[in-house]
């Protein structure tokens, strides 16, 4: 049994090395086939893929560029563009010490608030020295008044008088020469040279009466003139008073320039001032910048042929990028930025350059600003016009 066994084994030894052989074989016969095929077969050409997506980016892009015109064909911004406002110089209109002093950098103030106050001693000086001018004038302007009220009735008076003296005058020189024509008339044995020479001398007396009266009357004939003439030194009592009257209120507002007060709401700004600061009239002290803002664009000349007052406008300001301000175009200033500079340019030199010119435009914020937030002159800003047309 043993040796059968152990020959079967080795008959099942022997197969497995057969199948193994086989196998083998077979594996090299298929490598073989293998190679020759891949031999055989030509060199892969590069795929179409790289060119498809190639062509989808451009067709993107192209959809895309013609969306971001269509949806700003109706815009024009610029980013020449800066906050504005008013600005306003503040100075004192007399001089003197400053003895108040209600501000500091930067504080906002309201309309009507005291500013500064300079010693009004010296112009409470002038306002009482004013007054007391205008009470003389008004004093001589009284009595002027009431002197034209005596002449109306003294001057009719005194024409009445000599007028009355005239025929008194005239009486006597009838009676004198009446009484001349007796003594001269008569026998000269009749009367004595004694009445001769007297009645000689009364008819003379009387004719001097009447030339003397005749005078009188005259002279008091000229009331019209002599009422006129009080009436004029009433008149000129009357303009003393006037320009009393404008002395008092010079010495007035002087006094009330001692009182500096805001004109407007805004802030402190530039101020240059202390407390017992000399001021002299005139000069800068501090600048108020007003609550008012608005932007000032310079647009390009080319950028203005289709906007109007009135368009939309977005506003992106450099020192908030999270504010969105939204505006108004208010107006187009009648000139370009060159035009009005100090030194305009001269192109009548013939060394003339073609340079695209910018045309100031004034924007107005309708809203956006946030309560409380204040946009300080001169920030950068980025407006963008919707054209309506």
């Known amino acids: 049994m ?68 269509f949806m700003t064909r109706n815009q024009v911004s610029t980013d020449d563009a800066y906050t504005d406002g008013d600005a306003v110089t503040i100075a004192p209109k007399v001089s003197g010490y400053v003895v108040t002093m209600n501000i500091d950098d930067n504080r906002f ?62 009486a006597n020189l009838v009676q004198a020469s009446a009484a001349y024509e007796r003594q001269h008339s008569v026998d000269i044995r009749a009367t004595s040279q004694q009445n001769i020479d007297t ?36 008149e000129e009592r009357r303009q003393q008073v006037r320009q009393a009257q404008a002395q008092v209120e010079a010495a007035q507002l002087n006094l009330s320039y001692t009182e500096l007060r805001a004109p407007a709401d805004g802030w402190i700004t530039k101020r240059n001032v202390q407390y017992g600061t000399f001021l002299q009239a005139g000069t800068s002290i501090l600048t108020l910048v007003t609550t008012r803002v608005w932007v000032t664009a310079n647009f390009k000349e080319s950028q203005l042929d289709r906007m109007q007052p009135g368009d939309k406008v977005d506003i992106d300001v450099d020192a908030y990028p999270a504010m969105k301000l939204h505006g108004h175009v208010d107006s187009v200033q009648l000139g370009s ?53």
Do not use: C
């Open 2 to 69: 043993s040796d059968r066994d152990d020959s079967d084994k080795q008959d099942d030894a022997r197969e497995r090395e057969r199948a193994s052989s086989h196998d083998d074989a077979s594996d090299k016969d298929d490598r073989k086939k293998d190679d020759g095929d891949d031999e055989k077969k030509p060199a892969k050409k590069p795929g179409k893929k790289p060119l498809i997506i190639l062509g989808i980016v451009v067709v993107v892009l192209a959809i895309g560029a013609f969306v971001w015109w």
């Open 109 to 170: 103030v309201h309309q009507g608030d005291l500013l500064i106050k300079i010693d009004p001693r010296d112009y409470q000086a002038q306002l009482d020295q004013a007054n007391a001018q205008l009470g003389l004038a008004q004093a001589q302007l009284h009595a002027s008044e009431t002197q034209l009220e005596v002449a109306r009735v003294q001057y009719p008076a005194q024409l009445a008088q000599a007028q009355a003296q005239e025929l008194t005058a005239r």
């Open 199 to 234: 009645a000689t001398a009364q008819q003379k007396s009387a004719q001097a009466n009447v030339a003397q009266a005749r005078a009188q009357v005259r002279t008091a004939s000229l009331v019209p003139q002599q009422i006129a003439q009080v009436v004029a030194a009433v």
């Open 337 to 389: 930025g060159s035009r009005f500079s100090a030194f305009p340019a001269e192109n009548a030199t013939g060394n003339f350059v073609k340079i695209v010119q910018r045309v100031p435009v004034k924007i107005l914020i309708d809203d956006g600003l946030k309560p409380g937030t204040s946009l300080p002159l001169g920030l950068s800003v980025v407006p963008t016009v919707m054209l309506r047309h």
